[in-house]
């Protein structure tokens, strides 16, 4: 599903321990962010103790603000 542009096109997930997991994802953007940005939409997540966040850029496509 795509949300304001941003759709994860690939997402690994797996259980690092009891009450502990892990997060791989990669997003296509026409207007692509910084992965912070992208880390962000996920706090709150209880449990999520890594997150690797892999940002690729749509053709044509400019980046936003780095962060």
Do not use: F
């Amino acid at each position: 599903r795509e949300v304001e542009g941003d759709l994860v096109s690939d997402l690994h997930v797996w259980q690092l321990g009891p009450g502990h997991a892990a997060v791989v994802a990669s997003v296509v953007s026409d207007c692509p962010q910084a992965p912070a940005a992208y880390k962000r939409r996920l706090e709150g997540l209880i449990g999520l103790s890594h997150v690797t966040i892999e940002v690729n850029v749509c053709a044509g496509a400019r980046m936003a603000n780095s962060e």
